[in-house]
């Protein structure tokens, strides 16, 4: 089982530029979350998905942010325009339905300068 | 009031030491407590869950205590290797697809 897989691992854009994450979830784990950690904020919930249905984005920030996942396979967090406050890294986590344990990926780091 | 609570730290201990610490949650109604743990610029892993009734793994040995809404993780005989920060989660009810995350406590574990 190759994980979660998410890329970039690192980006650093300039304010302004639109910024696109990927992730590829377990195969057979059916919700998808994005996470942003900071230090000041830690682990934040920006967007769950079941089923490639969002079911809760109460966590994304403002408009700039949005979030797709077309299939079962693959999603995307699209920042634009990005501002230097959404440096951070975000996280791609995946699971069954209802199940209590999360597998993360290994995150892409963004720095927008 | 955040939901979940926790010491910073950081912990600094020499190996073979015996390491505790808590996080404290605000949610009575909530079900189920985790430990992640969570490297160096690394993504949080499972530690392991937290059972009513206390569990251990290994070295580790995690406890619930509803009454005063806490979670407790002790490590014992601690290894270089168990430098990390240690995330405490917790979900509201069962059927709840949100995890609440703790800010993680650092444990840094000097030869």
């Known amino acids: 089982d190759a994980g979660v897989i998410q890329s970039p691992r690192h980006e650093v854009t300039e304010m302004g530029q639109e910024v696109t994450l990927r992730c590829k979830p377990i195969?057979?784990?059916?919700?998808l979350f994005w996470y942003r950690q900071t230090m000041m904020r830690g682990l934040e919930l920006l967007i769950y998905?079941?089923?490639?249905?969002?079911?809760?984005d109460s966590g994304m920030p403002e408009d700039r942010f949005s979030a797709k996942m077309p299939n079962a396979s693959f999603s995307t967090l699209k920042i634009q325009p990005s501002e230097p406050r959404d440096s951070a890294v975000y996280f791609c986590?995946?699971?069954?339905?209802?199940?209590?344990?999360?597998?993360f990926g290994a995150g892409s780091r963004l720095t927008v300068l | 009031r955040k939901e979940v609570e926790q010491d910073p730290g950081p912990f600094n201990v020499p190996e073979g030491a015996t390491v505790a610490f808590n996080c404290t949650y605000s949610?009575?109604?909530?079900?189920?407590f985790f430990w992640y743990r969570q490297d160096c610029r690394k993504e949080p892993k499972l530690l392991m869950s937290?059972?009513?009734s206390g569990n251990e793994d290994g070295r580790f040995t995690a406890q619930l205590n509803r009454a005063s809404q806490y979670i407790s993780l002790l490590i014992r005989d601690s290894k270089l290797s168990d430098s990390a920060t240690y995330l405490c989660?917790?979900?509201?009810?069962?059927?709840?697809?949100?995890?609440?995350f703790g800010a993680g406590t650092t444990v840094t574990v000097r030869a």
């Open positions: 986590a995946s699971s069954r339905s209802g199940a209590n344990v999360l597998t």
């Open positions: 195969s057979g784990h059916n919700s």
């Open positions: 998905f079941n089923n490639n249905v969002p079911i809760d």
């Open positions: 949610n009575s109604a909530s079900q189920s």
């Open positions: 937290v059972y009513s």
């Open positions: 989660v917790v979900r509201g009810r069962s059927n709840d697809y949100k995890l609440s």
